[in-house]
C-alpha cells in the first residue's frame, strides 16, 4: 500500500514565487513537507513569502532569478542545489500577461474605417509588446526545464515538471492574443516533454486554473473607479457554472496529487482544468 502526501525531505523549486497564485502553491508544498525555493524576478516578494513559511514552521529560500536570462537561473538552480540538495518538483509558475500583447475584443467595421476609435486596434500591436509576453510565459517555462532537468533526472521516478497552463491554452481568449498563444504553447511543451522525458522518468504535467483574482487579472477584472466587477469579469462568472472566482487554495489538491508519484506515477502530459466548470460549459 503507498502511503499518499509523504513529500517529508522534498524538495521543490517554484518560479514566480512571490505572485498571488504561486505563494499559494509555496505555501502548500511547504505545509506538506517540502523544502521550498522560491525563485522571484522580484526577490523581496518572494523572501515576503519565504518568511511567512518559515514563520509557520516550513523550509523555504527565496532567491532572485530572471526566468528570461538562463544564466540567472543557472546561478539560482545552483542555489537550491547547495542551499537544499536536487529538486524533486519543478514549478514553473512565472508568468502572465502585460497589456502589450492585448488588443480589442473584436476588429470591427467602424475600427477599421476609423482606427484611432481605440488604440488597441490590431494594427497598432508591437512585435516587441507581442514576444514580451509570449517570451515570458513560453521561453520562461522551457528555460528553467532546461536548467534544472539534470538534478530532476537525478531524482527520477520521485520527479515532476508542472507548467501553468490557462484556459486559453484550450481556446484564446478575446483581447490577449499574445497571453492564449503562449499558453497553448505551454500546454503542448507539457505534452513534448511527457513523451521526451519518459526514458529517464521525469513526469511532465500542467495545471490549468480557470479565473482566479490575481495582481495579474485585477485591473482587467475590477473597475478602478467603481470597485465593481468589469463587464469582462461578470461575463468570466457567468461563464463558470460554480458563479463565482476560484481561490487559490482550490489549486493546491491538483498540485499534490501530480507531484505525488504514489498517486501519479502514470499520469503524465496532462493538462489538467481547475476552473469551476468554465472549460466545460459552452455557454448554452
Ligand atoms: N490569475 C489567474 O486567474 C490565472 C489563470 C490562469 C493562469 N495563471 C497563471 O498562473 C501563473 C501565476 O500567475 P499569478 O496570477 O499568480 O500572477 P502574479 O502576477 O501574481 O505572479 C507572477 C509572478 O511572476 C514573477 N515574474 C514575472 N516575470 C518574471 C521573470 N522574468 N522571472 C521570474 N519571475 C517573474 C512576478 O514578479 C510575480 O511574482 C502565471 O503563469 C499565470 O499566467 C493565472
Do not use: W
Request: some cysteine; proline content about 5%; overall charge negative.
Amino acid at each position: 500500500m503507498n502511503r499518499y502526501l509523504n513529500f517529508e525531505g522534498k524538495i521543490a523549486a517554484v518560479t514566480g514565487g512571490g505572485g498571488v497564485l504561486c505563494a499559494g502553491f509555496a505555501k502548500g508544498l511547504a505545509q506538506n513537507g517540502f523544502k521550498v525555493a522560491l525563485l522571484d524576478i522580484d526577490r523581496s516578494s518572494a523572501q515576503e513569502v519565504a518568511d511567512e513559511i518559515t514563520s509557520e514552521g516550513g523550509t523555504a529560500i527565496a532567491l532572485q532569478c530572471d526566468v528570461l536570462d538562463k544564466d540567472s537561473v543557472v546561478k539560482a538552480a545552483d542555489a537550491v542545489k547547495a542551499e537544499f540538495g536536487t529538486v524533486h518538483t519543478l514549478l514553473n509558475g512565472a508568468g502572465g500577461n502585460n497589456m502589450r500583447g492585448n488588443t480589442t475584443e473584436y476588429l470591427t467595421p467602424d475600427l477599421l474605417k476609423d482606427p484611432d476609435l481605440d488604440p488597441l486596434n490590431i494594427f497598432n500591436l508591437t512585435t516587441e509588446g507581442f514576444q514580451f509576453v509570449l517570451n515570458l510565459n513560453f521561453m520562461g517555462t522551457f528555460i528553467p526545464t532546461q536548467v534544472f532537468l539534470p538534478q530532476l533526472i537525478e531524482n527520477q521516478e520521485q520527479a515532476s515538471i508542472i507548467n501553468i497552463a490557462s484556459m486559453s491554452s484550450f481556446r484564446p481568449m478575446t483581447q490577449v492574443p499574445a497571453y492564449s498563444a503562449a499558453k497553448a504553447a505551454v500546454a503542448n511543451l507539457t505534452q513534448f516533454l511527457a513523451v521526451h522525458l519518459a526514458p529517464v522518468g521525469v513526469r511532465a504535467n500542467a495545471i490549468a486554473p480557470g479565473y482566479f483574482m490575481t495582481k495579474m487579472n485585477h485591473a482587467l477584472l475590477m473597475d478602478k473607479e467603481t470597485g465593481d466587477y468589469t463587464p469582462r469579469a461578470q461575463r468570466a462568472i457567468n461563464h463558470t457554472p460554480y458563479k463565482r472566482f476560484g481561490v487559490p487554495d482550490e489549486l493546491l489538491g491538483s498540485l499534490l496529487f501530480l507531484c505525488d508519484p504514489a498517486m501519479s506515477s502514470f499520469v503524465t502530459g496532462v493538462v489538467l482544468p481547475v476552473d469551476g466548470g468554465f472549460l466545460a460549459y459552452s455557454g448554452v
